[in-house]
């Protein structure tokens, strides 16, 4: 599992190997992970702080792992968690 919260500006409130972000598109973020951290693509879970609600997740396979979310308006603090997914 990994946690952490994301700036309005695709960046880590927190430093961190866990994961990185990138600006994705111009309402969301891809979140990368180690292809090490997840035996299979990982099932984001988010919350943004705010108004703002999310309209797509996509969680990926190529290397290395990564989520996607877009939100309903521009970027603001998102918490998020990625767990291990079943399959």
Same mark, same amino acid.
């Given at each position: 599992m990994v946690s952490g919260?994301?700036?309005a500006?695709?960046?880590q409130q927190l430093? &961190?190997?866990?994961? &990185?972000?990138t600006i994705h598109? &111009?309402?969301g973020c891809?979140?990368?992970f180690p292809k090490s951290t997840f035996t299979s693509p990982p099932v984001l879970i988010l919350t943004?702080?705010?108004?703002?609600?999310?309209t797509s997740i996509v969680e990926g396979s190529t290397s290395p792992?990564?989520?996607e979310y877009?939100?309903?308006g521009p970027s603001e603090i998102v918490n998020f968690t990625a767990v291990q997914s079943s399959s």
């Open positions: 919260l994301i700036n500006n695709c960046t430093s &961190t190997s866990a994961y &990185t972000v598109g &111009t309402d891809l979140i990368t943004p702080i705010g108004s703002e609600t999310i792992w990564f989520a877009t939100l309903s």
